[in-house]
């Protein structure tokens, strides 16, 4: 039993210290590039805007489902400083159907493959999105609560950052 205890211990404190750089209000790891554009990408040239990185997969229903929406609030909001990097998990074997989904989008567009996001640790859900403020802190962990993005969720969190300095 002693035993037991114990090794629960240390998992809880390696899953814990796996997270240790993702706090809320703490600076968001930089994510640095290249889009499937072919332009060169780092997420700290994006201070002053607010930005969502959304890690999503072809195969995802509810990726696809909360793309509509964030989009919208993009379109609404992109003026004011808001930007969308969304970062495919899929294979490379299904990079065509993820490219034809994008078609519909204006996001910033990565292959997991082509960018280094290691300072977020391992992406173990999906969708997992992040909300990184115009100073380059973590408002949303996107490992963590619920994962879902929806207008409650961006009106809540994204939009009093757009009027921060």
């Given at each position: 039993m002693q035993t037991f205890r114990f090794l629960l211990l240390i998992i809880l404190f390696h899953a814990s210290s796996a997270y240790a750089g993702l706090e809320l209000g703490n600076s968001a790891p930089d994510i640095q590039g290249e889009l499937l554009?072919?332009?060169?990408?780092?997420?700290?040239?994006y201070k002053g805007?607010?930005?969502?990185?959304?890690?999503?997969?072809?195969?995802?229903?509810?990726c696809r489902e909360?793309?509509?929406?964030?989009?919208?609030?993009?379109?609404?909001n992109k003026a004011k400083g808001f930007e969308v990097l969304a970062i495919t998990v899929d294979k490379p074997a299904d990079m065509a159907q993820a490219k034809q989904?994008?078609?519909?989008?204006?996001?910033?567009?990565?292959?997991?493959?082509?960018?280094?996001?290691?300072?977020?640790?391992r992406i173990w859900r999906i969708p997992s999105s992040f909300i990184i403020d115009?100073?380059?802190?973590?408002?949303k962990n996107g490992l963590t609560g619920d994962p879902k993005v929806d207008t409650k969720l961006l009106e809540e969190i994204v939009?009093?950052?757009l009027s921060t300095q």
């Open positions: 554009n072919g332009k060169v990408f780092s997420l700290n040239a805007k607010v930005v969502l990185v959304n890690f999503w997969a072809s195969w995802c229903e509810p909360e793309m509509p929406t964030i989009e919208a609030y993009l379109q609404k989904i994008m078609r519909n989008y204006s996001f910033l567009f990565a292959e997991k493959q082509s960018i280094n996001y290691s300072g977020y640790g115009k100073q380059g802190n973590l408002r939009t009093p950052l």
